[in-house]
């Protein structure tokens, strides 16, 4: 959080964005169509692709316009002692539920592999039934693509994060949403490689992709996990050195 405050807010929100482009809806749902059977998908790929990018466009163009009037009396409210309690107490929720995140999923693989749970079939394994039926169309691939943006929002903290920064930047409206969408261009990014990859060189690549999507798929949980107590980490430290608050391990 530090280090993004010291480059360039281009190169702050183009960090954020490739982050953001490793979730679920951005990347691993868009993996599922580049390993099914056959021929690439590609029109229902690009369909999905400019569908989620689309949703988080609105979203986020809706958060500046409702944010952009208030960012300056929030910022102040976060300057004071109150506020930086207040981010003290956020960063241990954040860093606290990523632990519980990290529990949940290794009682469920304890389970798993003593043969008291089956694995879930889950959220993500029925979108993905849903978007490669041969029998499904346009509006069902677009349902699923704004599924997964409603579903993963909340959790999208460097979005949510680089909204903020937009929000509180001192560039004027045009340029917030220039930027808005060349964020939610490069968010995609990843997928789109890995489609022109999988287009041009099918057999080098289909291997890889399909051991990437089970990894994405098997690891979900602890990445979540990772990511809050990452940034509630963050969070936390700054608030207890604003604080002049000397924490173990942090200091």
């Given amino acids: 959080m530090d280090f993004l405050d010291t480059v360039p807010l281009p190169a702050a929100l183009a960090l954020l964005a ?35 990018t689309g949703f988080y466009l609105v979203i986020g163009v809706l958060f500046l316009l409702g944010l952009g009037s208030i960012i300056e009396l929030a910022a102040d409210a976060l300057a004071s002692d109150a506020g930086a309690w207040l981010l003290l107490v956020v960063g241990v929720a954040l860093f606290a539920s990523g632990l519980l995140v990290w529990a949940a999923d290794a009682r469920r693989r304890r389970l798993v592999a003593a043969g008291r749970a089956a694995p879930e079939a889950g959220r993500i394994v029925r979108w993905r039934e849903r978007v490669l039926d041969e029998r499904a169309n346009g509006g069902a691939v677009m ?39 060349g964020y939610c261009a490069v968010m995609v990014l990843p997928a789109l490689v890995l489609l022109a990859a999988r287009i041009v060189a099918a057999p080098v690549v289909a291997g890889p992709l399909e051991r990437l999507a089970a990894w994405f798929q098997r690891t979900g949980a602890e990445n979540t996990s990772w990511i809050l107590c990452i940034v509630g980490f963050l969070v936390v430290r700054s608030a207890a050195q604003r604080l002049e608050i000397a924490l173990p391990i942090i200091g």
């Fill in 143 to 181: 349902g699923v693509a704004i599924a997964a943006g409603l579903v993963e929002i909340a959790g999208m903290l460097p979005y949510l994060l680089g909204m903020t920064m937009l929000a509180g930047s001192p560039l004027g409206a045009p340029a917030r949403v220039a930027y808005l969408a």
């Fill in 18 to 52: 490739l982050l953001d482009g490793l979730s679920v809806g951005t990347l691993l749902i868009p993996l599922f169509f580049l390993i099914a059977p056959g021929r690439v998908r590609a029109g229902r790929i690009l369909l999905y692709l400019a569908t989620i």
